[in-house]
């Protein structure tokens, strides 16, 4: 007989464990579904010693397993699959996070490692989308080259396709539907508004915007300071944009607009709410 339980439930991972004192679960995957669609799926390999203790195999029974939902996915009806099998846990008494723990677990939703790979495996992103979004978690930035043709457009039209491949990335890092502002004429001092406006209107998600120009510029960057942790010692790290470059910045890394950066004045992509 096949047995288990859903600990822990949020919008980005979900912990459990499946035990059996016939058969090793050390190893089988198991799959996270929300009605019937497949939103997640990893290894039962993580050690309980209370499962230990209780006889249920060598106490390698837990899982611990990454979730991209849907903006409209209620994650109390999530369960877990035992994949090859007909075993299926549906939530008892599941612990649901309180409302800030899930803020902070949602703003890591979609973006850490794990999960980014299992979107890639899936096909729901690309090659190029992972790349840009590993970094863009890794190092709270990601530089964009746009193609060569680019550079023969008008300006207006430059603009706007820059604005459509931002838009395209922002999307993705937001893991919703969004609509875009082109702010043009902004400085650096203006970020520090934008990035408390993102905060307020997408508070599950880092604040992350689109840094253009027709000209090219530089701007300085905390590399990591969004994760609060930075090395002693550490200085910015200088980043070029305009031009061909489309700049995907997130706004917790303290940008800066160093001396002699070039351009002082560009054109700021930023995320907003759909109009209904």
């Known amino acids: 007989m096949i047995q288990g339980h859903i600990d822990f439930v949020s919008r980005a991972r979900v912990e459990g464990w499946v035990a059996s004192r016939d058969i090793p679960m050390r190893g089988q995957r198991v799959l996270a579904f929300v009605d019937e669609t497949c939103v997640g799926g990893g290894l039962v390999d993580v050690f309980r010693q209370d499962l230990a203790d209780a006889g249920l195999g060598d106490g390698f029974v837990g899982f611990r397993i990454p979730v991209a939902l849907e903006p409209w996915h209620d994650a109390r009806l999530l369960d877990i699959r035992l994949e090859g099998s007909a075993f299926l846990l549906k939530q008892g008494r599941a612990c649901l996070a309180a409302r800030e723990s899930v803020g902070e677990d949602r703003r890591r939703q979609g973006r850490d490692a794990e999960s ?121 790290i200088e980043h070029g944009f305009g031009d061909r470059e489309l700049l995907i910045l997130n706004l917790d890394t303290a940008p800066s607009l160093p001396r002699g950066g070039g351009a002082d004045r560009f054109i700021a992509f930023v995320p907003c709410r759909p109009e209904a």
């Not at 989308?129 to 970094?135: C, E, I, T």
């Not at 990601?142 to 922002?170: K, M, N, V």
């Open 116 to 236: 980014l790979s299992w979107m890639l495996s899936r096909g729901w992103i690309d090659q190029l989308q992972y790349d840009a979004l590993r970094l863009l978690g890794q190092l709270g930035v990601h530089t964009q080259i746009l193609p060569p043709a680019f550079s023969h457009l008008e300006p207006r039209r430059r603009c706007d396709e820059a604005a459509l491949i931002a838009a395209g990335l922002l999307e993705l890092h937001l893991l919703q539907p969004m609509a875009l502002e082109i702010r043009e004429n902004r400085s650096i001092e203006d970020l520090a508004a934008i990035r408390a406006e993102l905060r307020e209107t997408f508070p599950a998600a880092p604040p992350v915007i689109g840094l253009w120009s027709p000209r090219r510029g530089i701007v300085a960057i905390e590399e990591g300071g969004h994760h609060g942790v930075l090395a002693d010692g550490a200085s910015p």
